[in-house]
């Protein structure tokens, strides 16, 4: 059973950093993603890795976020700079190991484990 552990959500003022963490435990899989999901708004894809060595972005974070991950420590990790008050939102950490397409990996559907969320507040 693969179980997703997020943390590193607090509270920062618009313009600050935040990094992300997510410790995966089970099996290691190769798809994984950061999720976002502001009050009143649907889930969105916010970045992702196919473990390939590829990532894609948002088109809302591009520049401002990055994505790494650590496959010793099967970790994923979001670094975020130049924090807005429009990325206020719980973010979930999410993987998959089922063959998917590149163009697929900020879809909510391509993930069957999903974290808790970790909380992230931007104050103007």
């Known amino acids: 059973q693969v179980q997703l552990v997020e943390s590193g959500g607090g509270s920062v003022q618009a313009g600050g950093s935040l990094r992300l963490s997510c410790a995966a435990s089970g099996v290691s899989l190769p798809h994984m993603a950061w999720f976002r999901q502001a009050a009143g708004k649907e889930r969105e894809g916010v970045a992702a890795?196919?473990?390939?060595?590829?990532?894609t972005y948002a088109d809302s974070v591009r520049g401002r976020f990055t994505v790494s991950r650590d496959d010793a420590k099967n970790s994923l990790y979001l670094q975020m700079n130049g924090l807005q008050p429009e990325d206020t939102a719980v973010y979930y950490c999410?993987?998959?190991?089922?063959?998917?397409?590149?163009?697929?990996?900020?879809?909510?559907?391509?993930?069957?484990?999903w974290g808790r969320g970790t909380r992230v507040t931007v104050s103007s």
């Open positions: 890795d196919n473990g390939a060595g590829s990532t």
């Open positions: 999410a993987a998959d190991g089922r063959p998917t397409y590149f163009s697929r990996l900020l879809q909510r559907t391509t993930y069957k484990y």
